[in-house]
Structure formats: C-alpha cells, structure tokens
T-cell receptor, first 113, second 110 residues
Framework: DAGVIQSPRHEVTEMGQEVTLRCKPI?????LFWYRQTMMRGLELLIY????????DSGMPEDRFSAKMPNASFSTLKIQPSEPRDSAVYFC???????????FGPGTRLTVL | QKEVEQDPGPLSVPEGAIVSLNCTYS??????FMWYRQYSRKGPELLMY????GNKEDGRFTAQVDKSSKYISLFIRDSQPSDSATYLC??????????FGSGTRLLVRP
C-alpha cells in the first residue's frame, strides 16, 4: 500500500491567493483527518470526516478554510484568501477499523508570503 | 492552560541510555493514550497505544498511564541514534478527536 498521499509537498504562494491541498487516503480507511502543525501551536486537528461526511470542524480557524471529501478516495483543504499566518505544515491522516491508529501522510509545507 | 502539557526539550542522551518522556493532562475524560514519533520533515507515526491506566511494553518501548495523577510516560531502553526524533503524546476521550502534546525533541548521541 502506498500510504496516505498528499500533494503538493511544498507550496509557496502570495498573500490573497487561493491554496488547495489534496489528500488520498489509504484504501478502505473510513476516517480522514486534517491537521496543521506550527512551532507555536503544535499539531492541531482542523476537521475530520467519517464515510465522507464532516463530523467535527470545530478546529477550522475561520471561514477562509474549507474542506471537502467528495468520495472515499479524495479530500481537499482549501484556504481562500491565504494569509502569512497560514504558513504551516498541513497533514492528512486516515484510519479504519482501529480508529486510534491514524496513519499520517508526509505533509504539505505551505509558505504564504 | 493547555489540555496536554509536554516538555519540549531538547533532551540529549548518550547511546544506550534509558530515556523517559512525559506528559501531563487536565481532562479527566481522556481514556485513550498514544505516543507518536516524528522524524524531521516527516509525518508522525504511532509508536504505542494504551487504554486507561497501566503499562504496555513493545520491544524497547514501555508506555505507562497513571490516570489518578493525569500523567503518562514513555520509556525507551537501550536508546539508539535512530531514536533521535520528536516524540508526541496524544490522547482522547470517547470522541475521535486527538489532542496532541507539543512534542519533546530527543537526541541520542553515538
């Protein structure tokens, strides 16, 4: 299995631009989690899905952030418009069966100038 | 005050030493406890998972949970340079939302 796949691995953009991060979960996993990691705030859960349905989005910082999971094989996290304080590493993680075994992707390192 | 507190380190030890990593928490509803290891520029990977109080051993790793003190530990025996990484504790209540500690950087010197 290829594991959780995230793209792009690195993204550099200018303030105000739209950013779309992508995640392909491990086949058969029915939970998908989006996290953000910064030096100041550590690893924070933004939103998670179960069977493609958003369950808890209380960690989404503001309306500029949105996430979708149109099918079991794909999810996106969108930031529009982006701001410098959004610079962070964004991780997608998925799990299935034993829910606590979350498998993390390699992350997308986002820099907003 | 954060729900989960973890000393950020860095913690530097010689190869072969016993390493002790710790987290404290404030939410008495937490009942599932995990330790993740994160290498530089990689995603976290699950090391240990324990439910409620008690000990769990896996090779050179031992996880301990003391719910009465709201304190969890990870011990690494015979530490190796390849153990050099950031170790994150994580925990949750009956929901699926994991709360992570800030991570402790560990350096094992050859």
């Amino acid at each position: 299995d290829a594991g959780v796949i995230q793209s792009p691995r690195h993204e550099v953009t200018e303030m105000g631009q739209e950013v779309t991060l992508r995640c392909k979960p491990i086949s058969g996993h029915d939970y998908l989690f989006w996290y953000r990691q910064t030096m100041m705030r550590g690893l924070e859960l933004l939103i998670y899905f179960n069977n493609n349905v958003p369950i808890d989005d209380s960690g989404m910082p503001e309306d500029r952030f949105s996430a979708k999971m149109p099918n079991a094989s794909f999810s996106t996290l969108k930031i529009q418009p982006s701001e410098p304080r959004d610079s962070a590493v964004y991780f997608c993680a998925t799990s299935g069966g034993a829910v606590d075994t979350q498998y993390f992707g390699p992350g997308t390192r986002l820099t907003v100038l | 005050q954060k729900e989960v507190e973890q000393d950020p380190g860095p913690l530097s030890v010689p190869e072969g030493a016993i390493v002790s990593l710790n987290c404290t928490y404030s939410n008495s509803a937490f009942q599932y406890f995990m330790w993740y290891r994160q290498y530089s520029r990689k995603g976290p990977e699950l090391l240990m998972y324990t439910y409620s109080s008690g000990n769990k051993e896996d090779g050179r790793f031992t996880a301990q949970v003391d719910k009465s003190s709201k304190y969890i530990s990870l011990f690494i025996r015979d530490s190796q340079p390849s153990d050099s990484a950031t170790y994150l504790c994580a925990m949750r209540d009956s929901s699926y939302k994991l709360i992570f500690g800030s991570g402790t950087r560990l350096l094992v010197r050859p």
